[in-house]
């Protein structure tokens, strides 16, 4: 049965479901099995999840659409990809940074 798209508890339960299905087993699983960052923030149904690694991002992919689909959810393929980002900086800067966290 469902509830009605657009109507007021639709957010609610949807939010609450999401709650179980997705950050809680992002928080007990998909953060154990990572060895860098992994973090995840949600609105309603829709979430960024940030990775150190490339490839635990790409098998974060994998693993969180067989989640969903346990519990009869996709992933909108449209809307979603992995994006690159890092702080660009050169040899110089990253052996000076790091000499500067040495001496505090």
């Given at each position: 049965m469902?509830?009605?798209?657009?109507g007021i508890i639709s957010p609610i339960l949807g939010?609450?479901?999401?709650?179980?299905?997705l950050d809680e087993w992002f928080e007990k699983v998909v953060?154990?099995?990572t060895?860098?960052?992994?973090?995840i923030v949600r609105y309603a149904d829709d979430s960024v999840a940030c990775f150190q690694y490339k490839d635990e991002a790409e098998k974060y992919?994998?693993?969180v659409k067989k989640r969903l689909a346990k519990f009869g959810l996709e992933i909108s393929e449209e809307k979603t990809k992995i994006l690159e980002f890092?702080?660009?900086c050169t040899k110089k800067q990253e052996k000076t940074r790091k000499e500067e966290s040495r001496n505090i």
């Amino acid at each position: 049965m469902g509830t009605p798209q657009g109507g007021i508890i639709s957010p609610i339960l949807g939010n609450i479901y999401l709650h179980f299905v997705l950050d809680e087993w992002f928080e007990k699983v998909v953060k154990r099995q990572t060895e860098g960052y992994a973090g995840i923030v949600r609105y309603a149904d829709d979430s960024v999840a940030c990775f150190q690694y490339k490839d635990e991002a790409e098998k974060y992919m994998r693993s969180v659409k067989k989640r969903l689909a346990k519990f009869g959810l996709e992933i909108s393929e449209e809307k979603t990809k992995i994006l690159e980002f890092r702080k660009i900086c050169t040899k110089k800067q990253e052996k000076t940074r790091k000499e500067e966290s040495r001496n505090i």
